[in-house]
């Protein structure tokens, strides 16, 4: 039983991670209603932002801060330039561009700050949280970021005029263009908050996985495994996901014999196809209705 | 956040192709065959496996196209089709001593069934949706094949090595030469099918299904079973190319089958013209050239480049090599009239 519930509590904090993933790209969905393959490498280049401006002697939270800023800017700046002309382009289109800024990130990363595994510093410090040895501060401190991370969203969706108008123009979008809401400048905004959520989780997913330019493709998979598991449309169901999949990932390793580190990628297509096909929605989600 | 979404203002997952605007005309195509049958004759060994690799990418890009710009699915995971048919091509040679040739139609055949299979929970996907699931199957792809229990048969982490075949009946020239006319025939072979597959009953239950679902179901065409169908048709053509790669690589392991693959494969299939068979072809060159002049360009930002280039056809020739092919044949036809 010990062992059971280590398990869940290490399932818990590495599920954080993909939360945070899953977060981002949920919102980017119900933004544009496409999933971003560069998401990940775009939180990658935000991490290296925060890593170099710390290089050059700026404190943490200051980096921090900043490093939110410019990827807000970066998001809006990458959406209006590349995305916004291919608004009603077919959607296999969209996906190829999203491929071509994956490789553009991924090269231009690792041109500036080469493929070398760097050391990414943690505000929490890494001593064991309240005794437990699973669970560090800094693990802690990511899950409670998620959370707070979770509410700020869920607020601002909820009881502000901007969350009610980027929500109205991304569900129906001739009605809010009637109502005077600029849907357009709405889905630019959705890419900002999209890539300033994933350099939140590129910068605590670091310290864990160290800094390179691939850190995040296995954490992607994560990421899009716990956002179908939760539903592309909820933003608490994606967070639920991903400390789901976290657990699921933890305990199918303990329990599930021939279950190594090499059958991790292989449990998250099966996680992904069993969800899809069992129920496509997720668990929080609701099902996509289309009139004909 | 309402969940109801209009079918008829949606952006189409993929644009119509008109069924007549799929193939080339007939002096065209002759020209093209020609200059593939006659080019190997002047070049050297090296460029010869070249060309054996653009047209064995070219059948899996055409694979692609059947899918997507026929029926009107995604796949990003069609490098998993084509590891399978690598693998079985591979070990039906070194394990169980068939002959190069005759393993290729059991590669199509265990693909045909495995891509069917596969098609049968994709059929609840679409769109994005199934772009994510195949993605998935293409990342657990290379490590399914490292699994412990199969490694006796794939050679694990390892790979596997396969013989190249000499030319049969003693002719007189290299195996690269040979391989790649062995290749051209079936790639011709396989073209022909698939050109007469769209025009066929089929093939225009596909293109119903792409261009709008509900209108080709309430036509009485059985949408699960050809959906699947086209699926298990793109598998089967991608698992040939497989088996024809490996054989003309020599040499299969986990690690040349990743993600990496089918994020090629579908560049080429954007590159060349959605639905546009006669671009596989083109993309396929695409995907192994652009890369090698990305690199010329710059060592380090290859990966950049290739992106540029790739966002350059997006935003200049949307319908990839099919608008260059259109504009070409318009700017023929003004200069033949004047």
Known sequence: MELFTNQVLAGIATGAIYACMALALVMIYQAIDHLNFAQGEMAMFSTFVSWQLMQWGVPYWGAFLLTLALSFAGGIVIERLLFKPL?????????????????IINSV????????????????????????????????GMIGVTMLLLIALYVFFRFTRMGLAMRAAASVPESARLVGINTSWMIALGWGMAAAIGSIAGMLIAPVVFLEPNMMGGVLIYGFAAAVLGGLTSPFGAVIGGFLVGIFENLAGTYIPGVGNELKLPIALALIVTVLVVKPAGLFGRPIVKRV | MSAVQEVVTDAPAVEAVPKRALTLGIGTSLTVLAALILAPLFVKNFIIFQMTMLLVYGLAVLALNILTGGSGQFSLGQSAFYAVGAYTSAILMEHAGMNYALTLPVAGLICFIFGFLFGQPALRLSGVYLALATFALATAMPQLLKLGYV????????????????????????????LYYFTLAITIAIYVFSVNLLRSRSGRAFMAIRDNEIAASAMGVDVALYKTLAFGVSAGITGVAGGLGAIAVQFVAPDGYTITLAIQLFVGMVVGGVGWLPGSIVGSAFIIFVPNIAEGISKGLSGAVFGVILFLVIFLVPHGARQVALVAQHLLGKLKKS
């Open chain 1, 87 to 103: 608004a009603k382009a077919p959607i296999l289109t969209n996906v190829a561009g999203f491929i071509a800024l994956f490789a």
């Open chain 1, 109 to 140: 990363a690792g041109l500036i700050w080469d493929f070398t595994i760097k050391q990414y510093p943690t505000p929490f410090g890494s001593s064991p949280f309240l005794g437990s040895q699973l669970i560090s501060t800094h693990q802690a």
């Open chain 2, 151 to 178: 490694e006796h048969w794939t050679g694990g982490v390892q790979g596997l090595v396969v013989t190249k075949p000499d030319a049969p009946f003693g002719l007189p020239i290299s195996q690269d030469m040979w």
